[in-house]
């Protein structure tokens, strides 16, 4: 009978590597301020002396454009860690509060303190950024971390294994590169905190075996985020700007793309017409020979997004593009004109170069088309009415807007960045992702002065008509509660 061969990393080894990752942590190494500079400091320098690496790295995942792989990887992350850099010092800074009466004399403060262990899944999209994003809240935040890339993006995750390993401390933060297995074999361990970015199938997964240690977890997931223009604005400018939050932005292949329009049907033909002349003046006019696309990751994508084309009552709906080829995992930027509400095109994330455009009579008939599908990640809106401004920003419940553009959201690091409903759960970038990873301890202090009598039993009426007499309202309730009497 033949022995059963375990995987390369199976539980077994999974439970060692996040024992000897909690030794380190319970040693109070990454706690100090000058570790967490220090490994900042080192991702900095792995970002800048392997800018060459990276880029090809992504090349050849996902054929990035060169000038995209710096601008949406490269300079993404460097900005996240001399931002790190920068502030750390100010978002470890305990937090002084004010306290109330019932604790007077005292003082009080918020400390930030960090969770431990932590697990980082990242995704095959934007596999650098991604991936170094949430370690470098992780790191800054004082954790062990465990990251795991994504497979799918394998060249990627082959240079982020081989740089941690290099410029990174290797008893501190590790990753393990591998897929299902692997990844199994992690989810499998108790952690103090798992930050997961990739779809919403994986991530019940994700939160299922997270469930069983209460292990807190930050899902970013992504859902169908719409485009509402409205027929005041300057088309050219917004049509240059959806062209950059679809096309331009992975080919489609992004959480924030743009997934679909809505437009009034006096409006549409203008749009559509605008929309393919700054698609042409960008991309040229045979869109299957630029070469400042991404591809399709990979075959089972672009087999799903032809699926998606070739549904029955989506097929006749194409009005631009649609031309493919599978042995270069190309697809044109697509453009389809009312496709059914109740197809799977308009059913689930498209994540790719196809763009459906649905007609409304009036504008904010659109409000009720996007509540009636799961709240999105991002939603846009372009007008220059600031009465339907509002309204949207009131109405439509998303992970973050952007009103007269997309995509910027995320570069701004006062902004959290995370999803609602079925777009996630918790948010990051800047302090948010400090925050992220640790806990807020509150802490009281106080000093043997002040230790009133009335706190304690036995609780006679006249130290009640004392503390009556002293209080009045809301704090009077909560003095009672405090001191164990109830109001009259």
């Given at each position: 009978?033949?022995?059963?061969v ?7 080894k999974?439970?060692?590597l ?11 190494k ?8 220090s ?17 090809e790295?992504l ?33 470890m800074?305990?937090?002084k509060?004010?306290?109330?009466l ?13 969770l ?12 650098f ?19 795991k890339p994504?497979?799918i ?19 501190a ?7 299902v ?6 989810l ?7 930050f997961?970015?990739?779809g919403?199938r ?12 209460l292990?807190?977890?930050t ?20 049509s ?26 006096e ?20 869109l ?45 930027p ?46 846009y ?6 009465q ?5 920003v ?31 759960m ?9 925050d ?19 706190r ?5 009426p ?19 509660a ?7």
């Open positions: 009978m033949m022995e059963e375990k995987p390369a990393f199976d539980s077994d999974a439970a060692v996040v024992n000897e990752l909690r030794k380190t942590f319970n040693s109070g990454t706690k100090s301020y000058e570790w967490r500079i490994q900042l400091e080192s991702i900095s320098k792995m970002i800048d002396e392997k800018e060459k690496e990276i880029v790295a090349q050849k995942d996902l054929s990035k454009p060169e000038l995209e792989a710096f601008l949406s990887e490269i300079l993404m992350a460097r900005s996240s860690c001399k931002l790190a850099l920068k502030e750390l010092k100010q978002w800074m305990p937090q509060v004010e306290t109330s019932a604790t007077y004399p005292s003082s009080a403060e918020i400390v930030a303190e960090p431990g262990v932590v697990l980082v899944i990242s995704t095959w999209n934007f596999p950024s991604l991936s170094l994003d949430p370690v470098i809240g992780a790191i800054a935040a004082g954790n062990a971390v465990v990251l994504s497979e993006a394998s060249a990627t995750s082959s240079l982020l294994s081989r740089l941690v390993g290099e410029y990174m401390d290797k008893s933060i590790i990753v393990v590169e591998g897929a297995a692997e990844t199994s074999a992690l499998e361990q108790k952690w103090d905190k798992i997961f970015t990739g919403a994986v991530g019940r997964i994700v939160m299922a075996a997270a469930a069983k240690n292990t807190p977890v899902l970013e997931l992504g859902g169908k985020c719409p485009a509402v223009v409205d027929s005041n604005v300057n088309l050219q400018v917004t240059r700007r959806i062209v950059a939050g679809k096309w331009v932005c992975n080919n489609g292949q992004a959480c924030i793309g743009v997934d679909y329009i809505i437009t009034t049907k409006l549409a033909p203008k749009l559509i017409a605008t929309l393919v002349s700054v698609v042409e003046e960008i991309f040229g006019k045979d299957m020979e630029s070469k400042e696309r991404s591809r399709i990751i990979n075959s089972f994508h672009f087999k799903r997004l032809v699926n998606l084309l070739e549904e029955d009552k989506v097929s006749n709906k194409i009005v631009f593009g649609g031309q493919r080829e599978e042995s270069q995992l190309q697809i044109a697509t453009i389809l004109l009312d496709v059914p509400e109740d197809s799977m095109i308009m059913q689930e994330e498209i994540f790719g170069p196809l763009l459906p455009i649905i007609t409304v009579e009036r504008l904010e008939d659109s409000f009720a088309m996007i509540n009636r599908k799961p709240k999105p990640l991002a939603a809106l372009f007008s220059d009415d600031e339907i401004k509002r309204k949207f009131q109405n439509i419940s998303a992970g973050g807007m952007a009103i007269n553009d997309t995509i910027l959201q995320v570069t701004v690091p006062t902004l959290p960045f995370g999803g609602v409903g079925e777009s996630g918790g948010s990051y970038h800047g302090k948010f992702s400090f992220a990873f640790s806990h807020k301890k509150a802490v009281l202090y106080r000093s043997f002065a002040g230790d009133s009598p009335t304690y039993p036995p609780y006679t006249g130290k009640k008509k004392q503390i009556k007499a002293l209080l009045s309202g809301k704090l009077l309730n909560i003095m009672l405090l001191l164990g009497f109830y109001k009259d």
